[in-house]
C-alpha cells in the first residue's frame, strides 16, 4: 500500500472511522447468523454502547455464535478504558422482554436494555446503576430500507469535502487560542490549545490538561495549518484531519466516522 494512501487513511482509522462502513453500506452480517433464529438474528451486528450524558462510547459486535443460552459479545480492548463496566462483559442474550443484556461469565446481567427498537435505539441502566444507550451503526436491518441508487448517493455525498469560500472564512490571525473538542454538541471531551505560528516555524497545538476521548488520546494532536478556509489538526505522527467552520464553530470535513467539533472558548 502507498504511504500516501496510509497517511490519507490513518486519520480515519484512529478518529473512529476505521470500523465503520460508508453511509448506506451494508456491513456484513456475523458468522453464523444464517443459522440464528430470527428473534436473534434482527439483533446482530455491531452496535455504540454510550454512556448517556457524557462523551464516551464503543464499538461493541453481538455475534451469533452460542455457548448454551449465551451468545459471543466481542469489542476492542480500548472500551474498557471508554466504558469500564464493559470489562466484565462477556456475552449477551435476548431478556424476557425480547430486548438484549449484556452478560458477565457467571450469568449476572452487566447492561440490560428496556425499551427502544433497532431501527431508534435502546435505552437501559447497567450494573452501576448509570444508563446506557445501544445505537445501531449501519446495519442491514436499516440498510436494507434504503434504495441501492439512494445508498451510493448517500456514501458518495459523505465521503466528498465541502466546498469552503476562503473569502468567507475565519482569518488566520484569529485561530491561536484554546478550545473545546466535542464529539456531540455541547459535550466537552477534551480541551486544546493552538498556539500562534512562530515566524518560519510550525504552529504547534497541544491538549491541556487531560483527554478522556481514546481516539483523539491515540491522534494526539501536535500542530496545525491552516489554508483555503480549511484548518487541519497535525497528529504527532503527522497525519492530520481536515475541519471547516460552520455555525460558529468548526466540525470534521468530510464528516464521515466520527464526528469531531471544536468551538473556541472566550479569553
Known sequence: MEKGLIRRLLPLILLGAGTLPAAGQTAPLPRGADKAPDAIRRWLGAWDLELAGAARSCTVTLGAEAAGNVRQLRFPATCRRALPIIDTATGWTLAANGQPQLLDAGGKEVVGFQKGSPETGLDGK????????????????????????AAAAAATAAQRPTPVDPATAPAAATLPGRYVLMRQQDREACRLVLSPPPAGGEATAAFEGACRDTGLTIFDPAGWRYAGGRLTLVARRGHGVELIFENGQWRKDPAVGAPLLMRKLTP
Open 126 to 149: 447497567g450494573s452501576d446503576g448509570k444508563a446506557y444507550r445501544l445505537v445501531s451503526k449501519d446495519h442491514p436491518r436499516v440498510a436494507a430500507t434504503r434504495s441501492p441508487s
